[in-house]
């Protein structure tokens, strides 16, 4: 991470639930604020609002247009935005896309469902106007718990006041934990825990399946809910890996993200090839 990138997190650290308004004064200072925000926003620790900024018809569309009109497995109002965008010459922003009985939020709609369908291909951007950006729970966990700096950097006072609040509320919220020994029995009286082993570990998802009825198929978000704190995301990463390494797990991945929320998939874990490691079987 680059000092602006730094300085850019920080300054959302002074914002109400780490939470601004892309054009804020806040940001008045940084050159190229667009390409920092999308940098971190393409390593998910900050988001912001996002809008089509552009659409191109796909060959499966340019063949519905084909189909005979009874055939049509689309509205009107989806024919009528798919043949405006079939007549553009390659891509064509939404504002260029005509039609007066459309408002703005349903031809945004549209073009959702369009492109989901396969229809179009749909090119999303940072929102123009109106913008908000905000940490992640990503971004907070990496600021937290895994962000070491390096080198000489120049931070205002206020800034490093910033990181210092953030660091003593988080300190301050952070729930006692417990957890049951592997060989404690659910009734009895669980202990504090700090240094947790692979076999706690492995017990807290058992334990988890059950309470959770997930029948074996349990989503790693509930294991973080469990051991973070006082473990680090990282930790509890390299716990899983451990344990699917030595057959007493299985990871796998999701394959409707759709069913969860962004924060909920947000807790898997990346891979290189695409998509996240998500469920978590005992084997």
Not at 19 to 40: E, R
Not at 100 to 110: G, M, R, V, Y
Not at 125 to 144: D, F, H, S
Not at 261 to 268: H, T
Request: glycine letters at 4%; one cysteine or more; aromatic letters at 6%.
């Amino acid at each position: 991470m680059d000092t602006n990138e730094l300085k850019f997190l920080l300054k959302l650290l002074g914002c109400a639930n780490y939470k601004s308004s892309f054009s804020a004064s806040i940001f008045d200072s940084f050159k190229g604020k667009d390409k920092i925000c999308q940098n971190l926003g393409d390593r998910e620790l900050l988001d912001y609002s996002r809008e089509i900024a552009a659409v191109k018809i796909l060959p499966p569309g340019n063949a519905l247009l084909k189909l005979e009109a009874t055939q049509l497995p689309i509205t009107d109002k989806e024919l009528k935005v798919l043949e405006k965008i079939s007549k553009a010459a390659g891509k064509v922003s939404p504002s260029k896309i005509k039609i007066s009985s459309l408002k703005a939020p349903e031809k945004e709609a549209i073009l959702k469902t369009l492109s989901e369908r396969g229809l179009i291909d749909a090119e999303i951007k940072r929102q123009r106007l109106k913008a908000e950006v905000w940490l992640t729970q990503r971004g907070i966990e990496y600021l937290r718990d895994d962000y070491n700096p390096k080198g000489a950097a120049t931070i205002s006072l206020d800034l490093l006041n910033n990181y210092l609040r953030f660091l003593r509320k988080s300190l301050h919220d952070k729930p006692e934990q417990v957890f049951p020994s592997a060989h404690q029995s659910e009734e009895s009286s669980p202990e504090t825990i700090v240094n947790i082993s692979d076999e706690e570990i492995l017990e807290t998802i058992r334990r988890l399946d059950r309470e959770l009825g997930t029948d074996n198929y349990l989503p790693i978000f509930y294991v973080r809910e469990k051991l973070q704190p006082p473990l680090s995301r990282e930790e509890v990463d390299k716990a899983l890996y451990r344990l699917e390494e030595t057959d007493q797990i299985e990871l796998s991945t999701l394959a409707e993200p759709g069913d969860y929320g962004s924060e909920q998939v947000d807790a898997g874990i990346p891979q290189i090839s695409g998509g996240s490691l998500f469920f978590i079987t005992v084997i």
